[in-house]
């Protein structure tokens, strides 16, 4: 996909149809303008599947992943055949979150390889595998039920979430950032001062709340949760009692957050313009303020002493941070972040940027479009990984837990919704 106009049109069209999922959720009457954008929701899916597969890729150096989808087809069929010789490779599982006894579908893309891990299976069981925790973490979620359930209380579209301890925290478009007891599926807080939609949440590390807690007079045990929002304000919260202990203006809307446990910790921002900006985790003062694309940063993550940026122009840079605090004697701190490589769209190839999830040397990319990408940062090397039964689906959510890597799909062609896991222990080249 192209990173100019045609680019732009699918990110309106992906802007429309996210807005029209919101007013089928709605449980009140709908306006007539309302009304008129959800008979359009055809035409908008019917659309997006023109420019998603229409569009001419582009050919750049080392970018292998946009020849279509076939090489992404070779690909996996090349790991099946792997899969069916080696014991203990496992291809991906596919969770869906229906209540139990409701039937899930099997999606075509199951369907084709079936063939290959009824085999892998088989052969799977007749030699032990060396690597015990993965089997026995696949083990569990193949035995395991999942179940949807609702938490409701916010007003307007949830636009972030996180996980503490038993709970979970979920920023939204109403402005509000709320905290669920998961046990009893309740609502325990409602953090409101945000005077805009919050966009992104963060959760530093018991440590360094320990000691921003001593710091202001808390017990050393406490939790803090960090929102940002496009009101241009990152704001620290007492996750016990739902108190606000500081504000941060930051002089632009706030798009993505990240914090790095490095030295006495840091909160870095991402802006609607394309900065990214470093904030002292203890006194809340700027350490450093960077133009680091072209248009709003979407997705900030930390790998150890690495932050990774994505932009909705398609960009991706990787910064590291520097070791010293400053010269002996010297009054001025060198910046906190040193960059070490940019990979422009033209580049990389890649899109809008969604979602990053960062693992060594490599950095799985979701960019709204069928295929999750998975870069060598170091070498700008960009391959596909098949996320979707057909090239008409749309991937913007990526993370992983435990050598499981787990990415969001919505196939434009049959409407179906679905979380797709892969074994990258195993499946890494």
């Known amino acids: 996909m192209q990173s100019g106009p045609m680019s732009a049109e699918v990110r309106k069209v992906l802007k429309k149809l996210r807005q029209i999922a919101g007013l089928e ?28 597969t229409s569009t001419p890729q582009l050919e750049t150096q080392g970018f ?9 087809k070779e ?72 179940r949807l359930r609702s938490l409701e209380g916010h007003s307007d579209i949830i636009t972030c979430v996180v996980v503490i301890d038993n709970c979970v925290v979920s920023g939204s478009r109403d402005t509000t950032v709320k905290v669920w007891h998961v046990p009893t599926a309740t609502e325990e807080r409602n953090l409101g001062g945000h005077t805009g939609g919050v966009t992104c949440l963060a959760i530093p590390p018991p440590e360094h709340c320990s000691t921003l807690a001593l710091c202001l007079g ?13 009101d241009s304000c990152v704001r620290v919260w007492v996750l016990s009692s739902g108190q606000c202990v500081r504000s941060i203006y930051t002089f632009s809307g706030v798009s ?11 909160i870095v921002t991402g802006s609607e313009g394309g900065k990214v900006e470093v904030w002292s985790w203890l006194s809340g003062e700027n350490c450093q303020s960077v133009r680091a694309h072209e248009d709003k940063v979407t997705d900030l993550k930390a790998h150890g002493p690495l932050l990774f940026s994505g932009s909705l122009d ?5 910064w590291e941070m520097t070791t010293q605090s400053g010269a002996s004697g010297s009054e001025v701190s060198p910046p906190p972040l040193r960059h070490l490589t940019h990979r422009s769209p033209g580049q990389s190839g890649l899109a809008a940027v969604s979602q990053l999830s960062p693992r060594g040397e490599r950095v799985y990319v979701a960019d709204s479009r069928a295929s999750l990408r998975e870069m060598d940062w170091r070498k700008g090397f960009v391959s596909g990984l098949a996320n979707h039964s057909t090239v008409a ?34 499946n890494q080249n």
């Open 256 to 266: 993505s957050l990240a914090f790095i446990p490095e030295r006495e910790g840091f």
């Open 64 to 72: 292998v992943g946009n020849k279509t989808e076939e090489r992404d």
């Open 314 to 318: 398609g960009g991706l840079s990787v």
């Open 25 to 52: 959720v709605q449980n009140r009457e709908l306006s007539s303008e309302e009304r008129a954008k959800l008979s359009r929701k055809a035409e908008l899916r019917a659309r997006l599947i023109e420019l998603t």
């Open 218 to 230: 808390l017990s050393p045990s406490e939790r803090f949760i960090l929102s940002g929002s496009v």
């Open 393 to 426: 689906g749309v991937t913007d959510c990526v993370t992983q837990t435990e050598g499981v890597l787990i990415s969001s799909g919505f196939d434009l062609e049959t409407g179906e919704a679905s979380l797709n896991c892969e074994d990258i222990i195993h």
């Open 75 to 146: 690909r996996d069929q090349e790991r099946g055949r792997e899969n069916a010789k080696r014991p203990g490779r496992n291809q991906g599982l596919r969770v869906s979150g229906l209540p139990d006894g409701v039937p899930v579908k099997q999606s075509r893309l199951e369907q084709a390889g079936s063939t290959d891990v009824t085999t892998a299976t088989a052969k799977a069981t007749q030699a032990p595998t060396t690597d015990f925790g993965f089997q026995s973490l696949r083990e569990s979620w193949e035995k395991a039920k999942f």
